[in-house]
Nanobody
Framework: QVQLVESGGGLVQAGGSLRLSCVSSENIFFLNSMGWYRQGPGKQRDLVAQITLGGRIDYADNGEGRFTISRNTALNTIYLEMNSLKPDDTGVYFC?????????WGHGTQVTVSS
């Protein structure tokens, strides 16, 4: 069982920045990938960015250029640096880890961007 704990959410004005963190209880090198998903009010949970074991990074179209995913393997932690935030970025951000055929989720951290 992989446990994921997110932090770093909050309230920010449009144009501002936030940095999210996710700590994994499992060694990152035992995970196929880790990433961030966003669930806006009344919407489905969508991929924001992910990084694979091999270091390949994928971004959703609406975040590329504004968001940066990174990791610290020594701390088993991934980060999501979010810049130029927009009200549409508002939602609960969930950390995800994929291991073999299983998906693991954190409890989420709320990000609210005011206009």
């Amino acid at each position: 069982q992989v446990q994921l704990v997110e932090s770093g959410g909050g309230l920010v004005q449009a144009g501002g920045s936030l940095r999210l963190s996710c700590v994994s209880s499992e060694n990152i090198f035992f995970l196929n990938s880790m990433g961030w998903y966003r669930q806006g009010p009344g919407k489905q949970r969508d991929l924001v960015a992910q990084i694979t074991l091999g270091g390949r990074i994928d971004y959703a179209d609406n975040g590329e250029g504004r968001f940066t995913i990174s990791r610290n393997t020594a701390l088993n932690t991934i980060y999501l640096e979010m810049n130029s935030l927009k009200p549409d970025d508002t939602g609960v951000y969930f950390c995800n880890a994929k291991c073999l055929r299983s998906d693991y989720w954190g409890h989420g951290t709320q990000v609210t961007v005011s206009s």
